[in-house]
């Protein structure tokens, strides 16, 4: 990468770049010799070094009444870089805070196949209690071996899970599971959590859609507690 390039890209424009490095090769100089030496009008010599002034990137003195430029030395480049971070730093809270505002809108995502699935359960280990309505068994023919380990980081985390299905489950643990009549069994669930629904439709390759609103999530959990009271424990 030139020099002029990773200039620029600490913040300097195309001109500044170029009086800098100017300044650095001739040593203290006059606006007339930067000009000379850039091909930058003299008129603009004297708005780009007042501005590289500021930066602290070059300096000058008087000698008979006329201004002679000098480059700072290359190392105050690491403190404009260190100066940029900090001002990053102090900035970020702000910046989260607006991508969050974005993020807390509707989004609707699909998905397809095990690798995307394997995203949306993960994102669940982020909510404090999860439920599922109309579990499927097939959901472990899916993903034969993943539950295992996503059950025990769910359990880590003390992420409690509440079920609704219709056919036979193994043991499922940190769970509360009932059951509606199996003539009601089929491969869609849905799974409630956060201010998100997951409609997940287990085949294969299994496909999702995840809606996060918080107001769908909420008429899902009232959906959900209804479907509770009504099921069984078998």
Do not use: C
Not at 41 to 67: P, S, V
Not at 68 to 75: G, K, R, T
Not at 133 to 141: D, I, M, N, T, V
Request: aromatic share 10%; net charge positive; charged share 30%.
């Amino acid at each position: 990468m030139e020099n002029k390039e990773v200039l620029q890209k600490l913040g300097l424009t195309d001109k500044e770049a170029e009086v800098y490095l100017a300044l650095l090769e001739l040593g203290p100089s006059l606006a007339g010799q930067i000009s000379r030496k850039t091909g930058v009008h003299r008129r603009n010599i004297y708005d780009i070094t007042e501005r590289l002034i500021k930066k602290g990137l070059i300096g000058y003195i008087l000698k008979n009444n006329r201004r002679l430029f000098e480059a700072a030395s290359p190392q105050r480049l690491k403190e404009v870089l260190r100066e940029k971070q900090q001002e990053l730093e102090e900035s970020m809270p702000n910046l989260t805070l607006l991508y969050q505002k974005t993020k807390e809108k509707q989004e609707t995502n699909f998905y397809k196949g095990i690798e995307g699935l394997k995203t949306i359960f993960q994102d669940q280990l982020d909510s404090k209690e999860i439920l599922i309505l109309g579990a499927s068994s097939s959901a472990f023919e899916v993903l034969p071996f993943y539950f295992k380990w996503y059950d025990k980081d769910r359990v880590k985390k003390k992420i409690k899970v509440r079920i609704i299905a219709s056919n036979k489950l193994p043991k499922i643990p940190l769970s509360e599971i009932r059951y509606l009549p199996e003539k009601y069994s089929n491969p869609l669930a849905i799974n409630i959590y956060g201010d998100k629904v997951a409609i997940i439709l287990w085949k294969k390759p299994p496909l999702a859609i995840v809606i996060r609103e918080q107001e769908i999530a909420d008429s899902y959990k009232k959906y959900f507690e209804l479907m509770w009271r009504t099921s069984s424990r078998k």
